[in-house]
């Protein structure tokens, strides 16, 4: 069972619009969410972490939390042709007994269109 | 600093050799993780070490991969007896303490081919 779920896109979003990316999680007890940016053949860089409930903004970057609904998003406003890459979730799940590996969706593949 | 270091780059060797990935991580960091990618997935956890011992070593596939971080700086992962299924990009991350709040930050990886 995928703990980690992330739609694979691709997500095709027009240049200036807000580009959603959507992540499901299965551990209730899960407290720590990663996004990470990774463009073809290189690796992921960290973009956006949260840890309670709520939005937390950065610059262009929004991510956004409901341990309710065991959901975290984010959002990318005025997209830019750059901001194309694969978009991975990454959480700490509970109970790892002192290990804070990261769970990891397959990623959502954004394409930012001129 | 620097970021987190990882040799070689690529790799390419021959179904059944042994292979060893070095990952230098960020000065300071005591935290250090190993992953490992395949194409179209997300990175898969294979060992954490809290300075020099292996803390979760849970993710290790099977007993052919091993790895070591001896005075709790620089960390080689060991595969023996390689098989094709192991070809995959080899990642290391490094972060500032173990905790759910510490981010990990990855190196550029190793891909390793096994022909």
């Known amino acids: 069972q995928k703990e980690v779920e992330q739609n694979s896109g691709p997500l095709s979003v027009p240049e200036g619009a807000i580009a959603s990316l959507n992540c499901t999680y299965s551990d209730r007890g899960s407290q720590s969410f990663f996004w990470y940016r990774q463009y073809s053949g290189k690796s992921p860089e960290l973009i956006m972490s949260i840890y309670s409930n709520g939005d937390k903004e950065d610059g262009r970057f929004t991510a956004q939390l409901n341990k309710a609904s065991q959901y975290v998003s984010l959002l990318i406003r005025d997209s830019q042709p750059s901001d194309s890459a694969t978009y991975l979730c990454?959480?700490?799940?509970?109970?790892?007994?002192?290990?804070?590996?990261?769970?990891f969706g397959k990623g959502t593949k954004l394409s930012v269109i001129p | 600093g620097a970021g987190v270091s990882q040799t070689p780059s690529n790799k390419v060797t021959e179904k059944g050799k042994y292979v060893e990935l070095r990952c230098d991580p960020i000065?300071?960091?005591?935290?250090l993780y190993w992953y490992r990618q395949s194409l179209g997935q997300g990175p898969e956890f294979l060992i954490y070490f809290q300075g020099t011992g292996a803390a979760d070593d849970s993710g290790l596939p099977n007993d052919r991969f091993f790895a070591v971080r001896p005075e709790g700086s620089v960390s080689t992962l060991k595969i023996q007896r390689t098989e094709r299924g192991d070809s995959a990009v080899y990642l290391c991350?490094?972060?500032?303490?173990?905790?759910?709040?510490?981010?990990?930050?990855f190196g550029d990886g190793t891909r390793l081919s096994i022909l």
């Open positions: 991350a490094s972060s500032n303490d173990r905790g759910l709040n510490q981010p990990q930050h």
């Open positions: 000065s300071g960091h005591t935290a």
């Open positions: 990454a959480v700490i799940l509970s109970g790892g007994a002192g290990s804070y590996q990261l769970t």
